[in-house]
């Protein structure tokens, strides 16, 4: 059974960092795509970043510039450091491992930006 797990969340003042990671465990080989998405009160799920087991990037209009997103195939891990924060980057984010034809998220970490 695929299993993710979340960290790195928290509270931290706009124009701080933080960054947040996440561990695929459960299946064999490297994940073909990872990334994370995030869902603010009231609003829709939303893409933030993605990376292909190639390290292909994809990236949020909204993030790009301040955020990065790495994995690492051998381990099943994603990260996202995610720089100068800002109030509206605030929300529950969440992993998203697609992996031997299905997908798989976490169970989602609280960033909270606010002074």
């Known amino acids: 059974q695929v299993q993710l797990v979340e960290s790195g969340g928290g509270l931290v003042q706009p124009g701080g960092s933080l960054r947040l990671s996440c561990a695929a465990s459960?299946?064999?080989?490297?994940?073909?795509?990872m990334g994370w998405y995030r869902q603010a009160p009231g609003k829709q799920r939303e893409l933030v970043a993605t990376i292909t087991r190639g390290s292909s990037t994809n990236y949020a209009d909204s993030v790009k510039g301040r955020f990065t997103i790495s994995r690492d195939n051998a381990e099943n891990a994603v990260y996202l450091q995610m720089n100068t924060l800002k109030p509206e980057d605030t929300a529950v984010y969440y992993c998203?491992?697609?992996?031997?034809?299905?997908?798989?998220w976490g169970q989602g970490t609280q960033v909270t930006v606010s002074s």
């Open positions: 998203y491992v697609h992996w031997s034809f299905n997908n798989y």
């Open positions: 459960g299946n064999s080989g490297s994940a073909a795509a």
